[in-house]
Structure formats: structure tokens, C-alpha cells
């Protein structure tokens, strides 16, 4: 059988999902043992454009991003994002409530810039579905790396990869974490998708919602339960836009 | 009844920790709440505590498991899990222990789960009689605040101090090995019954109805308002289920490393209030609604459960109530409100009867090879399998098998070719990971084999009936276990009519089979499509499959109809067939659910109480017709 | 000697984050050299601006996935510093470990995993799989314990979760600190050996020198990497405050990073900085490396830098021993977090694997973040790097073009950039 060619890329991102691949430690050599890695341009000098698989992380600022992004797709028959920034954009959509002339003058200040394609920027930085079609997504900021091994080794063996359709709550609890609402603190659980084994509440943190939320939440009886606790939908909202800014259900 | 001094039970625990060979877990603090986990010394055993947020199910049924390990390098290769460590667990509690007696009756009973098993036995237990009691709990009025079985000790702690009950021969001798007890005198027994009278008056909260009474009132108020006011709250999240004792479903996932050479099975924790519990392969989801789900829960607590096992499913522990945020899982509260509504008379449910419980190992498939495969259709193949210990598979018509392809899963299967011969055929329509795979193997490939499961068609007992198949679609594939049976025996059986309707022409399946019956002058066959494209022949009825039982003769009070088909198809035959005048008990139906262990354990597969894999596929249509869900 | 070379690296390899090297060169005289960073830019200091300053430090550890616990501390220094936060002997204690374990992932990540390919004449470390299977395994080995380290103290190896304004939501257990002390004495005996192997492979590393200002945080008691003033080898101590006379930030067309000057037209912060300021504070066995491989301060050979991060990496080991010892002499206790918004301006400057950080954050009275100001070290080395480049092309102009692509890429490469982070690419555009 030969082994499929797969190649990583990056766009606007922190790298840190690239990061938890390497985080899977010797199963990193496994996984070299059963693919072709052919490019990957944090780890390796080689690169060729013949490749089946992409992973793609990062999100799209800018049309020279997008056009390389579209190059990938012709080359590759299964795409894969990976990581928030390429499945919704993650915190860089925060920058959408400004407008682009904004944020380039708070950070670039009056430096020339007009003209240069470095900072030609779209008015909203886009997730990666926006631009090419995506075939696998693999959530969370970062991607849980037990995940992305399972969601590989599912496109590896020709299933089809499902994420949980299940509440954080689920991980949580057979966790057997105190529910952070007890302890007086926010908590998007209920409402997001699984797949992280609950990382921020074991550590009495509440979730903040990197994965998305479900596919179908129940945001009434969530908002209910806010209310409950003391906490209106706006200061929820707002504590919590950091990944779903802007999104359906926030 | 024995009894020893605190320092003395402290130093028996400590001596289990540093001598005894098991792991030895107790209750422990975690931050404002408890929990059951490895202690490192007697110091940190809170004996005190309320309730803890998980039970101590979870070290006979694991969150996650793993049942066991696969080679994907050979063609199959599967070694279980039986490495099981001994363990004592300190501090449970009586409600807890009646969850564990029940869960037994469950995991040991007819088919033993064989991994549940080997923990039980290898795991000791040290109960404690309530001290304080949570403010959640209604365990007093659920009689389940005290027990008198379930432990291999029993421990009372009356502040300075312990009395000891020896519960079994082995906490007897842990007893003798590790501690310092005495006789305990009369007084010693009178301060643990005051203990015990102490605790049943402290539960603020209580279940005005007696649990007896339970599938009463549940029966007599489905469509009462209780259930769309809660539910209409419910976040889904399923805490409710999660923390649960006497909860016991669960979900099976193969993981393969990423060497792609070897993996795991592994079960955890499920529970009905997810939305994909009851999701298939082919994308249906039984139950949806989010209200009919929450029934699900109650109803199986309280009534379902009762009428399979004997006992309520609900021992009062009250964690679903702190685990669940918009306050809604409280069983009692949903009691108390339907008390206020009549109550009728506890009507039994209809149980089915059960297919005999499989051998052996009951989750572990057996090697075996295709032999023949065919292509059908675009969608649907037929594989001819063997078993590789060369024993005949032994099937009735209208059973099932587990198919298992390790790295992907398992996927419940009819069998369709008539009993007999030492192989067994199965047509796949390929919809999901494991039917993916199977399509893609041919002769020679290994694949595991569970089963045969399930109820199947009862061909003695319809000797010298007319008989009226009606299947729709992939409907046939189990139904043609049964009539080429009757073919096979043509004299045993009255009048045979066979109504086959699926889409379009090339949905057909067994073509050449079909083609042999037009020789037949003893059936009477007729075909039909929903829909003829363009361009292709078709010289049969063009209509649903209902429109062909007006074509037919047959003498509806001298005849069985037998109804293979998708769950749309089945209101409307059956709704026709009732029309002609078939009795509902003269109807016979094969249902599909998620069939995931096959042996009435995890859950996915129920009708309201009915296990569809244990129970069914196959049933009467009268023992069925009343369940909300069935149809 | 070809008349004309044209080297053009379009995003040089084994680095984080895009960056370019031109290099056009005729008649053996280099015509333009050139350092280029075409990464997108993220813009976080707009998009902080109306967050609660609870947030802010959740989403500027964004800014990183390798440094992410540094981006994490300085960002939680600066807005304890504008509210006048004060924090717990224990909370910093737990922070210096925390940004130990960082030091320790990345450092070895970048050794192991992005430098020893060039020392070993291989693209990447896959091949060295099969051919040096011990020393990778090794490698994997300290890489590992290095993120369960941080696993420990953040509730995960990439964007810590426990750390907060004022303390930790989560600490770790007496029990287990105690099995991580293990687990870093049981790290010592494969560094030892690592670093064996980089020794037998030093000589391949150029040797290049070039005089600039080396800037690091400097402490009296103790090798700064938490805390301290900002040290320079030109001019003396500075107050943290004061970054911005230090940093001198400015824009170049050919990157969207910015730049940064001081005393000189360029800077270098990072592993060899810190040494260069803070070799008399460190700890025995990591003065014994250093010594291993003739590293004294004042080293300006910047390829230097990969062997100053695996001398850094013992240090790291040897201190974090010391802090659990501490903590568990001390013992562990629950804190509670009680933080008081206050109005105020506050920097926070740690060093991160890659050199000095700071945050500069302005918040209101409601708690609300109204400016932000983040200076990445990449950001304040590549005006060095470029400065590097033009120092060196012309001495290589003789060799065969892949070797100066080859020795061009490896000079960046040493930096550890992390583009991403100062905003984030890496390219090679070649004319001779």
C-alpha cells in the first residue's frame, strides 16, 4: 500500500496546534512510519506540491493568503483544518468589531504601508472555510492532541471522522470535576462541544468555548441557567467572546 | 457486631494501605465535595461525608474501559483485557450499595459481562452507615438510607468509636488480618441504631410516593405537563445520567494507534439524554425530542426498569439533583407533582420474551473469513461468511450478528440466507464506518462475528399458516432468511404471498432469485418501485408497497402478515393491513434500532422498555403497538 | 567565482512563524542582502482594546503557541502592575516553574528538533529517526517531561489555563510536585548526554563574530528570567518602565514585524543575551556546560545562541529542583484570589525562550483594557539579524549557493525566531 503524502501549512496563527502534533511525543515517529510527510515547513527543509492530505492551520488575513490557500486546494483531495483559527477564525475575529483602517493604525501606526500586499488585509479575518472547501475539521484553541491522533488515524483508515455532538458537562463529569457554576464561576460547557476532556474546569476554570459550540445548543435553558446564577446574558457575552465572537448562539 | 476504638480503626486502615496488596480507595475530600480515590493514609478517609459526586460504580463499569486490544497487522488478532487488580473500597454508603446489588442483577444477570464480573470479585467492600445526610437526598424515603447486604463489611462511626458488621467471609477475615476488633456489647448496637433513627429523620427533602406505586403513576400520565415544563429547561448536557448509580449504559469506540498496527476497544459512560444516544448508522435518530428523552430517563427509573428487574432505579442518592443546573432532574420532585394527578391502576408492560443468552465471552467477536461476495447493487453487497473454528453459526430466520472490523467498529447485521450449512450470508447497504470498510473487502479478509443475536422469526410456529410478506427496501434482507426457510419447507407452510416494493429498478435485490419464483405455481409474488426513472424498464406496480395489498387475495382471519421495512413504511402497511382485517396478533414485524452490544446492556437499542436486541428484532406486532416509541 | 548569485529562500524552513532571505550578488560583491517577513499580520494590541483585563491575558497567550507561558506572565505582570495587584510568595514561586518548563519545551524543541538537522546535514529531524534513533528517542524523552511540566502547573502544555491576575485557579499536589522533581532528576542524565552530542557537532557551527548590545533582564541574586531590570551590555541597568527607550520601535517595508534599535543600529536579545549579562548566576552543572563548550561571556558570535539555549536548559533544570524544594519546604496552600480593579498604566517584562518581552497595558476604572503594547523579542532582534546577514554574505560569496543558503538559513534559524509571535513568516531570496 502506498502511504499517503501529507503536507502542513500555516496561516494566520500562533503555530501552537503545529506545536501539540510534536506534543504527541513517540507517536509523532509512529505516525511518520505511515505517511509521506512531504512538506511541513516548521520541521523540514524538503517540500513538494504532490501531496493528498493538507492540514491547515491559521486563518486568512489577507488576499495573498488566500490565493496560496486555494493553490493547496487543487493540489490536495482531503483537506483538513486544524485548530480554531482555521475552523472559525478564534480570537483574530475579534479584530472584526473594528474596522481595518483601525487596527492597522493602532498597531502599524502612520508607517506607508498603503500599497505593500504585506498588509493588504481583509476587512474581516476569515476562517479557512471561507476561502476553499474543508473536508475535516479538528477544533479547539489549541486542538486537543489525543483528538487530533484519533481524527488522523479515522482518515487514515477511511472512516469518516465525527466529533462529539455531546456537551463539555459529559467530560466533565466523569472527571467527576465540582461543576464550576458551584464554585461561583462562568462556564460555557454546557453549550460547547467535547473533545478537550474538559481541560479548563479540571483546572477550575470555566470554559471559554474554543471548540465551537454544539450543533444544536441550548442557549434558552443556558441563558436560564445564567440568570440563575446571578449573571446577566450581556456580562456572559461579553466574558465570553473570546472564541466565539460574533458567532451564531453568542 | 463488633467494635473497636478510633485509634484503632485508623491503624486497620492504615495497615491496609501499607500491607494490603490492593489498591485501597476511600472517600476523600475534594475541595467543598467528595469523592471516592487512592488513599495515602487513613487521615484523609472522611467518613463524614454527604454523598460524593461519583459513585463507586465507577470501578465496576469505568468511565472508560478497555475491553480489548487488537492487532491490525495480522488478519485478526484480539486478546481481552483481564489484568483486573484487587481493590478495597472504603466508605460506601447504603443507597450506593443498593445501586451496586441492582447493577449486578443487571451485568451478572442472564449474559455476564464478564468484565464487570472480574471486578466485583476481585473488589472488597467496606460500607459506612450515613453520618450526614445530603441536602439533595430523598434516600430516606426510597428506603435506601440503610442496608442490610451488599458489603463485606459494614462500619458504623460513632466518634470514639468504629462498630463493625461482618457482611461476608472475606471482610471477616480482613478483619481478623488488619484490625484490633472485640465483641460489641448490647450498647454498641443501641448507639448505632440511634445513629440510624438520627439519619432517617434528618432528610429535609422526600418522594411522596412509594416507589411500588411508580409504573402506576407513570403509566397513567405520558401527556401529563410535568414533562414539557422540564424539559423545555434541559441543557442536554446529560449530568443527570452521568452521576447516576444505577445508570448503566454505555458506548463502545475502537481507537487505533498511529502506527495504524494496533488499538483499542474501549466502553464509557453513555446516557439516554444525548441526543445521539439512539442515532443509526443511516442517520435516523429514534428519539429526538429533547421531551421524550427526559420521559426516557424517568420512565426507565421508574417504571421500565421495575418491570424488567423488580426494583425501582432510583435509590434516592440525590446526585442528579446537585448535578444538574437548571433543577430539573430531581426524581422525586417530577413524583410529587404527578401524585397530585389520578393514578391508575398499574397496567404491566408488555416484555417480550428474550432470545437465550449468548455464551461465553459476550462482547468479544470470534474470527471468521468471507468466503463469496456479490455485488447487488450500487449500494448494497452480499458476503458469504464463514466462522473460523468451523462451527456453523446456528442462526434462526430473522436474526442478527455484530459485525466487527477492528480500527472501525461494530455494526448490527441481519442475517439473510435461510438456517443451515456451515456458512451464513449477509447483504450490506453501505451507510456508515464499518458497512464503508465492508464493501471495500473480498474473499479471504477476516472479519469478527458476534451473534447469532436476538429473537428471530418463529417458523414452528407458523407451520400451516398462510403467510403475507410485505418488505420494503433493505426490508428484505432479513425477511429472505425467513422465506427461503419457507420455500425450503414449502409443504409445512399454507398459502405464500411475497409483496416487495424498494425506490427505483435498481434498488431490486436477489434479481436471479426472484427470477425462480416466477416458475412457482405455490407463491404469489408482485413487485413495485416508489418511482420509475426515465428510461428504465419496469413492467411491475409503480406505488408504495402498500398499494400492492389490494392486489391481492388472501383471508384475513387465517393469515400472518410479516412486515420488514424502513420505520416510515411501517405506519402505513400496518395501517392497511388493519384495514383488510389482520388481527394486530397476526402481524409480525422486524424493527431497527442501535443495536451496539447486542445483549441488552448498553442502552442505544430500547423501545421505551423493550430491548430491540434482546427482545426483538422481531416482534409481534401486538405486544408492540402500544409503546410510544415503536412506531 | 560565479559572476553573479541569486539566493532567494522563500520562507526559510524550521522556524516558527514566515521569513524571507534575498541575496543578489555580482562580480563578488553583494548587491542587496535582505531579512524579510511577509507574515500576516494578527493584530492583537487593537483587538485587546475594550476587553475586561480578566481576559487579557487568555488572549495575548494567543500571540504564541511555543511562548505562550511567557506571552501569559507578562501580560498578568502588566495588568497586576497598572491595578496594583500584589501576589503571593507561592504564586511566584509557581510562575518562575511554569516558565522553566516553557524554557525547557522550547529549548529542546529548537536544539533538537531545528538545529541538529543542520549539524547533522539533514532537511529535518525525520531521517534522524532512523539514523540516531537513541539520541531522538532522548530527545522525545526530555521534550516530554518538559510538557508534563507544564501540564502540571497550567492545566496544559500550550496556553495555560491556571494562571489569573493574582494567582492560580489550580495548583499542583504536594505528591505531585514531588514525582516532577523525580522527573527532572531523572532529565539530567539524557541532557548530559545531548549535550555530549551537540559538543561533538559544535565545530560545524560557523564561526562569525560581530560586536552589538545585548539586552536581557538582570537580577542581583539570581539568573532573570521572571523578574528584573532590563541590563544592557552597552549602558547599564534600566527600570522595566522604560522599555520603550530600549526598544525604539520602527517600521521596514519588507517586514511586518517591526524593528527595534538602541545603543547601536541593532540588538540581540535571547539565550545569548541572557548569558552574556547573567553567566556568574548560573546554577554549578550549567556553568560546567557552558564551560564544556568554551562559552564565556562576552560571546558575539550569534550562532552561538543554540548552545547558550542548551546551557540554559541544565540551568532550568537545576533551579526548577531548587523552587520544588521550596514549595514543598514552604507547603502547598489553596490561595484565594482577591484582585481590586484600579485604574492605572503597567508594564510587564519577563524573558521568554527567545529573549525579553514586554506587555504595556493601560486599563480604566471599570476594568476595561484602553491600549495595549506588546514588544516581541523576534521583533527586537531582526534588525540584528539583518545586520548579521549583511556582515556575512560577503564572506561567504566564494562558497557553492547552497552552502550560503545553507549557512544564511542556519544564522536565522539560531535566533529561534518566533515570527509568528512578532507577527509571524520566513523567506531566502538569493542574486549573486
Partial sequence: MTKPKVAFFDFACCEGCQLQIANLEEAVIDLLGVVDLVSFREVMKEHSDDYDIAFIEGCIQRPMDAEALKKIRENASIIVAYGACAVDGSVHTLRNEFTKEDVLNEVYGDADVEGNPYWDIYDKAKPIDEVVKVDVYIPGCPIDRDEFARIVSDVLQGKAPKLPNYAICVECKKNENICLFELGEFCLGPITRAGCNSACPNVKSGCEGCRGFLDDPRTSAHKEVLEKYGVSVDEMMAAFSIFQYGKEGS | MQVMSKSDWLSFVDRLI?????????????????????????EELRLDYDVTILPPKKYFLPVYEDMMKYDLTSAFSVDKMVDIPPRIVIGVHPYDLVAMEQMDKVYLGDTTDELYKARREKTLIIASDILNVSEDS????????????????????????V???????????????YANAGAADDSVEARVAGLREGVASGYSKSVDVDKADWPGLLTNNHEHSVWEEKSDKCLECGSCTLVCPTCYCFDVNDTAALNLESGVRTRTWDGCMMRDFSLVGGGEVFREGIKERYQHRIYRKGMYIPERYGFTACVGCGRCVSACLPDIADPSDVMNKLVTSSMGVPKPLPIPEAAPAAEGLAMVPRPATIVRTETMTEKEKLFEIKLDDGMPLGHGPGQFVEISIFGVGEAPISVSSAPG?????????????????LHGMDAGDKIGIRGPLGTGFDAEALKGKNLLFIAGGLGVVPMRSLFNHVLRNRADYGEVTIL???????????????????????????????????????????????????????????????????????????????????????????????????????????????????????????????????? | MMSEVNVNVHHVTRVEGHGNIVLNARDGAVEKVQWQVPEAPRFFEAFVRGKPYHQLSHITTRICGICSIGHGLASLKATEAAMGVEISEQTLLLRKLALHAENLQSHILHVGYLVAPDLLGVGSVVPLVGSHPDAVLKIVGLHRMANEMSDLLCGRTTHPITMRVGGFSSIPTEKQLLAQKQKLIDAVEPTKEIGALVLSLAGKLPDFQRETEYVGLVADDEYALYDGDIGSTDTGRHPVPDYKEITNEYIVPQSTGKYCKHARESLMVGALARFNLNEDKLHPLAAEVAGMFNLHKINTNPFMNSVAQVVEFVDSIEDSLDIIDELLDRGLQEERIDVQVRAGQGVGAVEVPRGILFHDYTINDAGICTQANCIIPTNINHANIQLDMEALAPTLLDLPEKEIELTLEMLVRAYDPCISCSVHHLNVEWKR
Fill in chain 2, 18 to 42: 501499607r500491607e494490603d496488596p490492593s489498591e485501597i480507595v476511600g472517600v476523600k475530600s475534594k475541595g467543598p465535595k467528595f469523592v471516592f480515590d487512592e488513599l495515602d493514609s487513613a
Fill in chain 2, 500 to 631: 416487495y416494493g424498494c425506490k427505483d429498478p435498481s434498488e431490486l435485490l436477489f434479481g436471479s432469485e426472484v427470477k425462480d419464483w416466477e416458475g412457482r405455481d405455490d407463491l404469489v409474488h408482485k413487485f413495485t418501485v416508489d418511482a420509475c426513472p426515465e428510461g428504465e424498464e419496469w413492467e411491475h406496480n409503480v406505488g408504495v408497497v402498500g398499494t400492492l395489498i389490494p392486489q391481492v387475495q388472501f383471508d384475513p382471519n387465517d393469515t400472518t402478515a410479516i412486515v420488514v421495512g424502513p420505520p416510515i413504511m411501517y405506519r402505513f402497511v400496518i395501517r392497511d393491513l388493519k384495514e383488510a382485517g389482520i388481527p394486530d396478533e397476526n402481524i409480525i414485524v422486524s424493527l431497527e434500532r442501535r443495536m451496539e452490544c447486542g445483549i441488552g446492556k448498553c442502552g442505544h437499542c430500547q423501545i421505551n422498555g423493550v430491548y430491540v436486541c434482546k427482545e426483538g428484532p422481531v416482534f409481534n406486532y401486538a405486544d408492540m403497538k402500544d409503546l410510544p416509541e415503536a412506531f
Fill in chain 2, 421 to 437: 450449512g456451515d456458512t451464513f450470508e449477509i447483504v450490506v447497504r453501505k451507510v456508515g464506518d464499518v458497512t464503508g470498510k
Fill in chain 2, 138 to 161: 430523598f434516600a430516606g424515603s426510597m428506603g435506601t438510607n440503610v442496608s442490610g447486604s451488599g458489603y463485606d463489611l459494614l462500619v458504623t462511626d460513632l466518634g470514639d468509636s
Fill in chain 2, 163 to 177: 462498630a463493625v458488621d461482618v457482611g461476608s467471609e472475606k471482610g471477616g477475615s480482613l478483619l481478623s488480618s
